[in-house]
């Protein structure tokens, strides 16, 4: 979510970027080889796929970016694969043996796996890559919270390596899978750690990283040379494109007339008012895929006043009309958010959505026993001659604009309840500076995983700003204790019980107020094949053939 080097600390907020930039035009597969009459994939040609945003940090180890990620996955492979069904498969690793007190983890390697630098990917590389995202001064913290309790790595050959984790961490497998824990070239680390973040990294993944220019977009060439793949694929082997052009177009109307105009093969984040457009053009097709993890949630300030009071949080949690906001700003074409995660994260408790809701009655009396009484002549709250004003500080690099949206509509709705939010739109520098010195009162954010421990990457007390994603800056015991159990124990009713606590408790507590269900949505021309989802809603090209 936003570190911009080794040497700095991780700020919290990239998802987006705002920088558009020119289209370019596509190539036409090669002919000849491969069958695309009978359906058969074709090998050749370039994609044309635009993006709807940015990242200020290219390189997946330092930030927590999801645009970082999504491009990441092109050149870097894991340790092992996640479907979308939430199946463990080999990638790197062929197999894997996990003791039975898991608390070490021997992987065998692929054999003949190379970097495209030509460096060998073998055991010492990986424990290179964990190492140095391990290392406190590699200010790593999204990346770093994915290894748990990681203890070290032992090499005991070239293809094996044993992980070793000084307590239980259910959720290290699908932590491994995710491109935030992508195995990059040793080789490239040593001699980019000061410029990663603008370089990007080497890896030995499906397409070379040609190129990255900020605002503008990433070139890959084809990885002649793999061999392998992830098992959650649809093949092995070098990818069917020539070349992928992923194109930074944060402006939907620019990505999206692209899209109808045949400008780009592909485009990302279709507009919710384009939805219905591209699903009837006969010439398109619309794919749709509903995020796992913390849902798009405002986050309340809890270390400073006025929401360090649980009735204030309540009563702002009270003020906002979620649904029929969500309704208005995704014109139907996603849910309102019941909870902190989505319906498919593991463990969803669908009954935290009985304990809040848009209820102003409710909100005015909490004001009220609070000591908020009084009105201005603007008709705010007072108390002790003091108006009731929040901030909500945001950047075009944290918040689309659909976000934009819900948050004046916020705005507008917690004014009824006698809240003056105030909204501050700053760079994304001094979001992240604001955000590390806790100078704001609302923060907004969603992260994708399908583990449920992603909770503990968005609340537990360690990963406070400047350190990690902690925006609503919660220090809870009883929070702390629970996701701390939850890391350890094994699968089954009794972690289910405990992640329906942490979520119970955290909208009980009224550290967030959910707003939407964040989807994956994108749209192509027909002529693109094996187009699909990773597990975090990022689009998935290695499968990729044009017609």
């Not at 939010?421 to 010195?437: F, I, N, P, T």
Request: with cysteine; net charge neutral; hydrophobic share 40%.
């Amino acid at each position: 979510m936003g570190p911009t080097s080794r040497r700095r600390t991780l700020a919290v907020a990239a998802l987006l970027a705002a920088a558009t930039t020119a289209c370019s035009s596509t190539a036409g597969p090669a002919a000849g080889a491969g069958d695309a009459a009978a359906g058969k994939p074709v090998t050749g040609g370039t994609l044309t796929f635009a993006l709807h945003g940015d990242t200020d940090c290219l390189d997946p180890h330092l930030t927590g970016s999801s645009v970082s990620s999504w491009i990441g996955r092109n050149n870097l492979d894991s340790l092992v694969g996640q479907s979308l069904d939430n199946r463990t498969t080999p990638w790197l690793a062929s197999s894997w043996d996990v003791s039975a007190d898991g608390l070490s983890y021997t992987f065998h390697l692929r054999g003949g796996v190379t970097f495209t630098d030509g460096t060998p990917l073998d055991a010492a590389a990986v424990k290179a890559n964990l190492d140095l995202i391990a290392d406190p001064a590699t200010k790593s913290s999204y990346a770093r919270s994915l290894l748990g309790p990681y203890a070290g790595s032992e090499v005991a050959d070239p293809a094996t390596l044993t992980v070793r984790l000084s307590a239980p961490f259910t959720s290290f497998l699908q932590g491994l899978s995710t491109p935030f824990l992508g195995i990059a070239s040793p080789t490239f680390l040593k001699a980019h750690a000061a410029d990663s973040c603008t370089t990007g990294l080497v890896g030995s993944g499906p397409f070379k990283l040609d190129s990255y220019t900020r605002g503008q977009g990433a070139s890959f060439s084809r990885n002649a040379a793999y061999a392998w793949g992830p098992g959650y694929a649809a093949h092995t082997g070098a990818a069917y494109l020539d070349k992928l052009e992923l194109k930074i177009v944060t402006e939907s109307s620019v990505r999206d007339g692209g899209l109808f105009s045949g400008q780009f093969d592909g485009v990302a984040n279709v507009a919710p008012s384009d939805l219905t457009r591209v699903s009837k053009d006969p010439k398109l097709q619309l794919l749709k895929h509903e995020n796992p993890g913390v849902n798009h949630v405002l986050l309340l300030n809890t270390a400073r006043a006025p929401f360090d009071s649980l009735q204030v949080r309540q009563a702002f949690q009270s003020s906002i009309d979620v649904k029929s906001t969500v309704q208005s700003v995704f014109f139907g074409q996603t849910s309102a958010a019941d909870g902190l995660f989505g319906k498919a994260t593991e463990y969803y408790d669908s009954s935290v959505q009985g304990l809040w809701g848009f209820d102003r009655a409710k909100a005015g009396a909490l004001l009220d026993q609070a000591g908020w009484t009084a009105r201005d002549g603007e008709g705010y709250r007072t108390k002790d001659g003091r108006r009731l004003s929040v901030s909500l500080v945001y950047s075009d690099i944290s918040a689309t604009a659909e976000e934009q949206t819900i948050f004046q509509a916020a705005a507008q709705q917690a004014k009824e309840s006698g809240f003056e939010v105030k909204l501050d739109k700053v760079a994304a520098a001094a979001e992240s500076d604001r955000q590390g010195k806790g100078d704001y009162d609302i923060g907004a954010l969603y992260f994708v995983r399908a583990e449920p421990d992603i909770a503990r990457t968005v609340f537990a007390a360690r990963f406070t700003p400047p350190a990690g994603a902690n925006l609503a800056r919660v220090n809870d015991p009883v929070l702390e204790d629970l996701l701390a159990k939850g890391l350890t124990l094994p699968e089954g009713a009794e972690r289910a019980k405990v992640y329906a606590d942490v979520q119970q408790r955290i909208i009980g507590q009224a550290y967030a107020v959910p707003t939407y269900v964040p989807f994956g949505r994108l749209g192509a021309v027909k002529a693109v094949h094996g187009l699909g989802f990773a597990t975090n809603s990022a689009p998935l090209f290695y499968d990729v053939w044009k017609s």
